[in-house]
């Protein structure tokens, strides 16, 4: 089962950006769908971003909508989330997630099998 491993993140001011990476460990994403949430501790996990290794679908929270995008390297087997225009809001820990959810289904977190460990993002002034 492939095991996703997340890259990036940091600091940064408002209004700037950062790009966050999912690789995949021992497999590949081929046949699954990615996804990134947010979870702030006490919260559950708030969906971000998803997107269909096969077709390429992807999906938005409304948050993010218009900030971040989410893409996919099929040769580097790796899925980005590009943040722009951040917010102190977004300043929380971020993970990727893998399963095998249709599309109407990608919000739900419980749709997705393997995580990874999380990477902190921090907006402030």
């Known amino acids: 089962q492939v095991q996703p491993v997340e890259s990036g993140g940091g600091s940064t001011q408002p209004g700037g950006s950062l790009r966050l990476s999912c690789a995949a460990s021992g497999g590949t994403f081929s046949g699954y769908s990615i996804s990134w949430f947010r979870q702030t501790p006490g919260k559950e996990r708030e969906f971000v971003a998803g997107?269909?290794?096969?077709?390429?679908?992807?999906v938005y929270g409304e948050d993010v909508k218009g900030r971040f995008t989410i893409s996919r390297d099929n040769a580097k087997n790796t899925v980005y989330l590009q943040m722009n225009s951040l917010k102190p809001e977004d300043t929380v820990v971020y993970y990727c997630?893998?399963?095998?959810?249709?599309?109407?289904?990608?919000?739900?977190?419980?749709?997705?099998?393997?995580w990874g460990q999380g990477t902190q993002v921090t907006v402030s002034s």
């Open positions: 997107i269909r290794w096969s077709g390429g679908n992807t």
């Open positions: 997630g893998t399963g095998r959810p249709i599309i109407s289904a990608f919000r739900d977190h419980k749709m997705y099998y393997s």
